[in-house]
């Protein structure tokens, strides 16, 4: 098998989706092009920004593609290249993209409102608590494993002492970009320029970064680092939306679909031979392929932090109904894509029956790089671009989740409810939440993933269940989120407790560690209860046979 082939059977696959089914649950479901949508309905200058649909969709992409489209495809070959393969394609089109698409959807339906708060609406109060709890913690898991990965990429030292160029110049053109994604921000706001003039001075302002980067290489350790990211998480999430994570998102687009361009043609040109096994057992490394493959690969099949994006940022800046699709199920549809390119790219890069040694982003940048040199680009230059490229992924994925954990924190203590006004303050409740994330990061990533991996899964097996009940109760058909919603949530349910075996296990052999292992322990334990709790709430009105039609009117 060459990697050609499957990146061709992807893109076939992938584009026949977005056109026949996506446009089907669009005609299903109904949209209104001459609605006033919640951008404008509420627009703050905050939160609500109404924005064109390219913006809207490289906030959305950017947000949710992360490092879950690199990491988890090349952590799942030890299983082998198919069944990565097969869960990439088929999760990406009938549970993710259809996840993506719908809480974006009933979000826009209910004046951009969170996924919290539209489960108060259609389930309860008590639903609505739960599941922000439940997001909150997640958040933390994301934040941590992020920030991990970042740091561990932007060291500027190796092992031995030596300098580490390709991540200390992808660091530097990261920094630049924060500052720059400012000024532009401005530029975007208050300029009376066309889509085209904007389109132009990003591409001007990406490739005048990328040598500025380049040229000036940051060097410090991976701790520094950390504190840096947390810093830069900090910022994102208390800045408007319009002055920082809209222009960065733009900013980044053109990187990170210029990586997926240059490692689809890199394929086209070099069409490698898939070095990695087809299937390699049912158990690999003492890891059971069910449910571990389908929490390995989350973002490219079915990720539960998309709902939030979707649900938490991309629908307050949505200006016509019918860029929904475009947002919502298109985004997934690329970012399946970007899952299929690192399979290959990892999968060609298999030499003696194993992975090149470093992390996922490092595996993926030397491959990718490889692929660019065949264009002229020098090899340093390639690896460095490659690397910034992969670590764009993981910064607007931290940015746009620390600002949802701070808001799911927010509205949990929400004066409503009777709680601490001191949590409405963002900037309280973003310390809170990033100290909280630190220490878990403090574990690493290797060991977090799993368990965020697991969490991540299960909140996409709580939204689909109570994006089920919007549906139902507004009157729209709802059995096309039935098998996701169900599957996830054995798979789910089954990998925690996988996890939380683990951990007990590392008491009995006297190598627990309480501020770390204990952490992840306690939110495992927590996880599994709210959602427990969470679908119970929601099967009572899903399988309520009363529809609302004072709801399903106004929807």
């Excluded at 009777?418 to 809170?432: A, L, N, Q, R």
Aim: charged fraction near 10%.
């Amino acid at each position: 098998m060459n990697g050609l082939t499957l990146v061709a059977i992807a893109i076939v696959v992938l584009l026949l989706a977005y056109i026949l089914y996506g446009r089907w649950l669009v005609k299903t479901w109904g949209i209104d092009e001459t609605a006033k949508t919640p951008a404008y309905r509420f627009e703050d200058g905050q939160d609500y920004v109404p924005a064109s649909r390219f913006t809207v969709f490289s906030h959305q992409f950017n947000s949710i593609t992360g490092a879950g489209p690199v990491t988890g495809p090349i952590i799942a070959v030890m299983f082998g290249w198919l069944p990565a393969f097969l869960w990439l394609l088929v999760g990406g089109v009938f549970f993710g993209a259809v996840q993506d698409f719908t809480a974006l959807y009933a979000s826009v339906k209910n004046e951009g409102k969170s996924m919290g708060l539209i489960i108060e609406r259609y389930i309860g109060r008590t639903g609505r608590k739960l599941f922000l709890l439940f997001c909150w913690l997640f958040t933390l898991l994301v934040i941590a494993a992020f920030a991990d990965i970042l740091a561990g990429t932007f060291n500027g030292f190796t092992k031995d002492g030596g300098q580490n160029v390709p991540g200390a110049s992808a660091a530097s053109i990261s920094m630049i970009y924060i500052f720059v994604a400012m000024i532009f921000g401005v530029f975007m706001r208050f300029s009376k320029s066309g889509e085209l003039s904007k389109f132009i001075v990003g591409v001007v302002l990406v490739i005048a970064m990328l040598w500025a980067g380049i040229a000036n290489p940051l060097y410090y350790d991976a701790q520094t680092w950390r504190y840096i990211v947390f810093g830069y998480c900090f910022i994102a999430s208390v800045m408007p939306m319009w002055l920082l994570k809209q222009p960065r998102d733009y900013l980044s687009v053109f990187l990170l679909l210029g990586m997926i361009l240059g490692g689809a043609i890199g394929i086209i040109v070099a069409n490698p031979t898939i070095e990695a096994p087809m299937f390699v057992g049912w158990t690999v490394k003492n890891q059971p392929l069910f449910p571990m493959l389908f929490i390995t690969i989350a973002c490219g099949a079915v990720s539960g932090f998309h709902s939030l994006v979707s649900s938490g940022t991309s629908s307050k800046s949505i200006a016509n109904e019918r860029d929904m699709l475009t947002v919502g199920y298109g985004a997934m549809i690329v970012e399946t894509l970007l899952g299929v390119v690192a399979l290959v790219i990892a999968c060609s890069a298999v030499k003696g029956g194993g992975l090149p040694t470093g992390n996922p982003f490092q595996i993926f940048g030397s491959a990718v790089g490889e692929f660019f040199t065949m264009f002229g680009l020098p090899a340093h230059v390639s690896s460095c671009v490659i690397m910034m490229c992969v670590s764009a992924l993981a910064m607007t994925t931290i940015d746009a989740v620390t600002r949802i954990g701070r808001m799911s924190l927010q509205e949990f203590f929400s004066p409503a409810e009777g709680g601490d006004k001191g949590f409405i303050e963002t900037v309280v409740s973003t310390v809170i939440t990033l100290a909280f994330a630190y220490t878990l990061c403090l574990a690493g990533y290797a060991n977090i993933w799993p368990l965020f991996g697991a969490a991540n899964q299960l909140l996409s097996a709580l939204v689909l269940t109570a994006l089920s009940v919007f549906l139902r109760v507004t009157g729209r058909k709802g059995w096309m989120l039935y098998v996701p919603m169900t599957f996830m949530f054995i798979v789910t349910m089954s990998a925690l407790a996988i996890s939380v075996y683990n951990i007990i296990e590392k008491v009995n052999a006297g190598n627990f560690v309480p501020m770390v292992d204990g952490m992840q322990l306690v939110i495992a334990l927590a996880l599994m209860t709210l959602a427990v709790l969470v679908v119970y709430h929601c099967w009572k009105e899903l399988i309520s046979p009363k529809v609302d039609k004072n709801i399903a009117t106004a929807h």
